[in-house]
């Protein structure tokens, strides 16, 4: 079983940056599928962005070229870097993790990101 938790999110004014961290416990995560998602109120949760276990990085539309994620595998931890922040991009983010071999992951108890001056 994994657990995940999410820190770094917060009130942070437009074009801001705001960096997230996600700390994985109960198993390495160094060969998972990685990612964030995001849930604005009234919305499906969407992607953000994302690290496939075979490498790589994938990234939602809306936040390509301003979000940046990475791994630290000695950590056991994900990162999100975001920059120039938008109104739009206030929603909760969740962290993710899915081991290779499965269908369905793990997921953290998500972190408020507020954009607003």
């Known amino acids: 079983q994994v657990q995940l938790v999410e820190s770094g999110g917060g009130l942070v004014q437009p074009g801001g940056s705001l960096r997230l961290s996600c700390a994985a416990s109960?198993?390495?995560?160094?060969?998972?599928?990685v990612g964030w998602y995001r849930q604005a109120p009234g919305k499906q949760r969407e992607l953000a962005a994302q690290?496939?276990?075979?490498?790589?990085?994938v990234y939602g539309a809306t936040v390509k070229g301003r979000f940046t994620i990475s791994r630290d595998n000695a950590k056991n931890t994900v990162y999100l870097q975001m920059n120039n922040l938008k109104p739009e991009d206030t929603a909760v983010y969740y962290c993710?993790?899915?081991?290779?071999?499965?269908?369905?992951?793990?997921w953290g108890q998500g972190t408020q990101v507020t954009v607003s001056s």
């Open positions: 993710y993790a899915r081991p290779p071999q499965l269908a369905t992951g793990y």
């Open positions: 109960g198993s390495g995560i160094g060969g998972y599928t």
């Open positions: 690290i496939p276990s075979g490498g790589g990085t």
